[in-house]
């Protein structure tokens, strides 16, 4: 027994040295007064799924050798849960081999109950953390002009619409920090809230289930795109049954007509939601995004 207290106490100084998690606010905004009901859950594939979150927070993972570029990322789940393990904290310790300081967000999950206008506060969420890293960019031995965004599904719809709705001030920012990502990664991403193409539970759980044309439209990143939206690597297997890949194309498709540059990684086979690996098909995203963001200038 005391081998064992020794043994994992030694984990616990380790997990503590690989990375801190913070509070991203020290009174949180559009909130409503309600007992904190997070809950976590490792299901059969050894995944750790989160609910319930009303308490976001920002877990961060820093390289033995860090090079100067920082990526912020946001799980999937369908604005439901968050998928923490394979869209998460694996990818956080994969970019970090890299030299990449990695942040895994763990962003509030849309309820009325929770919020006052639960339709914000996800991307409410985003920009606070892109200002915590950018705001203390010296301090992590980060450039502040190479601070990307990553989201997986719901996730995906998240980092698409900081990347495109950085304008959109939805939290103080009395020091006008930039709330734009340098360039963003998106897997299997809900762009569009339109009918064709849309996840249904993503957009019911954070507009509603009878949203307004207007609400349609300003949460579909596909329409919103300019001249000035970040760079986008984006992935995404045909045969999504979950979110249609002309998800991915309509984006890259909107970034072309704008003039930036963007990349789609298309597989054949894969579904939905394989994270970093997907075992359908040969081909590695991974490698493919590296060579990316070496071609970006986004690594040295």
């Avoid at 994992?8 to 007992?35: E, F, G, H, R, W």
């Avoid at 490792?42 to 820093?62: A, C, F, Q």
């Avoid at 200002?131 to 960019?137: D, E, P, S, T």
Wanted: glycine content about 8%; aromatic content about 8%; charged content about 20%.
């Amino acid at each position: 027994m005391k081998y064992l207290l020794i043994v994992t106490l030694m984990a616990y100084v380790c997990l503590a040295k690989a990375q801190d998690v913070m509070p991203l606010y020290s009174v949180v905004p559009n909130s409503k007064p309600a007992i904190n009901i997070e809950k976590s859950e490792v299901g059969k594939d050894g995944n750790t799924r989160i609910s319930e979150v009303s308490v976001p927070e920002l877990i961060v993972y820093k390289p033995e050798s860090p090079n100067g570029t920082a990526i912020i990322i946001c799980p999937g789940g369908g604005y439901r849960i968050l998928a923490m393990t394979h869209e998460g904290t694996e990818v956080a310790k994969a970019l970090n081999k890299w030299g990449i300081t990695a942040y895994v967000l763990k962003y509030r999950l849309p309820a009325d109950r929770t919020m006052m206008n639960k339709s914000i506060g996800p991307l409410q969420d985003a920009q606070r953390a892109i200002q915590l890293v950018r705001g203390n960019a010296k301090k992590w031995g980060i450039n502040p002009k190479k601070i990307g965004i990553m989201g997986f599904s719901a996730g995906g719809h998240l980092a698409a619409s900081l990347s495109t709705r950085y304008k959109e001030q939805l939290i103080e920012n009395p020091k006008h920090i930039s709330f734009r990502p340098d360039f963003s990664v998106l897997g299997y991403p809900v762009i569009s809230f339109t009918d064709s193409l849309t996840h249904q539970g993503s957009r019911d759980n954070l507009i509603g289930k009878k949203p307004s044309a207007y609400m349609i439209k300003h949460y579909s990143n596909e329409l919103l795109v300019n001249k000035k939206t970040p760079p986008a690597f984006l992935f995404h297997a045909k045969d999504d049954k979950a979110v249609p890949a002309g998800n991915s194309l309509a984006y890259a498709e909107a970034l072309k007509q704008h003039k930036v540059s963007g990349t789609v990684r298309l597989f054949e086979k894969g579904g939905h939601g394989f994270g970093m690996y997907n075992k359908m098909e040969e081909g590695d995203w991974m490698a493919d995004l590296k060579n990316w963001l070496h071609s970006n200038k986004f690594l040295p």
